[in-house]
């Protein structure tokens, strides 16, 4: 790949003091984190809640991967090492700062008028346990499968089917909750 | 909705999430630098003990519980926890102290009777939760905190370690609780070396209770109402590779 300029991926590279930035390395990287970034970025926005943290845990993540980029451009899941590697950044850096906000961020409020379930199932996304938001950010968000998934988050793969089923057992009982509310209102 | 169909819906919802236009990685250098030389630091702190032990040692002297549980399907022999127990138990450890437990993994979980016991880690510290149908998730915790910080088992003087670095079982901390029934429950967690596999803690006239081992640690707990004697490390032949006398264990009080 022939990098430009203005690619991402070399404001990345041109950020990154010290490393090998020749064509090929910066290119398989820059493959890798415009293809995947934002995909990334959700996942771990769905298991830390916080934008701005999700965002800084993306960026420490894709910074260790162009840093270890030898080992991690042979990896069979490059996609799921950078994912790994934020939400343990994410929860490290929470961890250590002890504290994790009750509420949810305006983002998850609908706006006026939006009707739209996706407000709401972002709203109910977030209010999960923490184990089953990880689990949803592997497996639905970065499509992982049920053994990347355990792998990635340190759990046995039947852990990652309960939490799965839990987490989405839990989101269908409120979204069905939230049709009957929204039925109710307009019989009313 | 089908499991499909949701996630699908899941997935489009937080499709209106993007990265900031200018967002740009952090110069890494000196982070990830900085990341090598902390571990470069733990090592040698953690390898200490380890190397020199058939049993390194990790004591979380748990307690709490508010009612007064008998313990009565306790058994000295753990079982494996079904999957949907330990999820069901993990979510209910980590809501109920997720500051502590949060950001640490689930490294091992054992069936004690009624009771499920897990243990989260993440290599330099640990934390512990006893469920049950008679208990609220219990955190065993260092002190002070949920989680046992392994650093503080360094040699140069963390808390609880024995005077000579040849010792063959060491604290790393002495968990304190607030709880009222904090000494009702006892709860060990010990560092081992890969040639460890069995480690029994024989305490007064009892069955000696087996550790559940993992991830470079073995994790028990009984009812508290016996003092443990001795902690015994076995290798996969069953042979006697450590026994060490609780009663040589010195803490550190801090």
Not at chain 2, 197 to 218: F, H, N, Q, S, Y
């Amino acid at each position: 790949m022939q990098l430009t300029e203005t690619h991402p991926a070399q404001l990345i590279a041109d950020q990154l003091e010290g490393f090998d930035q020749t064509p090929a390395r910066a290119g398989s990287f820059a493959d890798l984190y415009g293809r995947s970034r934002n995909d990334v970025y959700r996942a771990v926005l769905v298991a830390v809640r916080d934008p701005h943290r999700a965002e800084d845990a993306v960026q420490e993540g894709f910074a260790r991967a162009y840093a270890d980029w030898d080992r991690v451009k042979v990896h069979p899941n490059p996609v799921g090492w950078v994912a790994r590697v934020a939400l343990n950044h994410a929860t490290s850096v929470w961890r250590r700062l002890r504290r994790e906000s009750t509420e949810l961020p305006p983002a998850a409020v609908a706006p006026e008028g939006e009707r739209s379930i996706d407000p709401l199932l972002i709203r109910a996304v977030w209010s999960l346990p923490i184990r089953q938001r990880q689990v949803v950010a592997m497996r639905i968000l970065l499509d992982q499968s049920i053994e990347q998934t355990a792998h990635a988050l340190g759990m046995a793969p039947g852990t990652v089917r309960a939490h799965l089923h839990r987490a989405l057992s839990t989101l269908r009982t409120r979204l069905e909750g939230a049709d009957h509310h929204r039925e109710d209102i307009h019989h009313a | 909705m089908h499991d499909d169909d949701l996630g699908r819906a899941i997935r489009r919802a937080f499709s209106r999430f993007e990265m900031s236009a200018e967002s740009t990685l952090p110069a890494v250098g000196r982070r990830a630098g900085a990341g090598s030389t902390r571990r470069a630091r733990w090592l040698p702190r953690l390898a200490a003990p380890v190397v020199a032990l058939a049993a390194g040692a990790a004591v979380l002297a748990a307690t709490l519980l508010p009612a007064q549980p008998a313990f009565a399907s306790w058994s000295a022999n753990p079982s494996t926890a079904n999957p949907s127990a330990v999820a069901v138990a993990e979510d209910d450890c980590v809501s109920a102290d997720p500051d502590h437990l949060g950001g640490l993994r689930l490294v091992g979980s054992e069936r004690r009777g009624d009771y499920t016991m897990l243990l989260f880690g993440d290599g330099t510290a640990y934390g512990l939760c006893l469920t049950g149908p008679d208990i609220q998730p219990l955190v065993l915790a260092g002190p002070g905190t949920g989680a046992i910080d392994a650093g503080a088992s360094s040699p140069e003087g963390g808390h609880g370690t024995r005077g000579d670095q040849t010792s063959s079982v060491m604290f790393i901390a002495q968990p304190g609780s607030d709880a009222p029934i904090a000494e009702q429950v006892q709860a060990w967690v010990i560092g081992v070396t890969p040639d460890v596999a069995r480690v029994t803690i024989e305490r007064d006239g009892a069955e000696p209770t087996v550790a559940t081992l993992g991830d470079g640690v073995a994790f028990a707990w009984w009812p508290a109402d016996m003092n443990a004697l001795t902690v015994t490390a076995y290798d996969t032949e069953g042979l006697e590779l450590q026994r060490v006398p609780v009663s040589e264990m010195t803490l550190t009080e801090h």
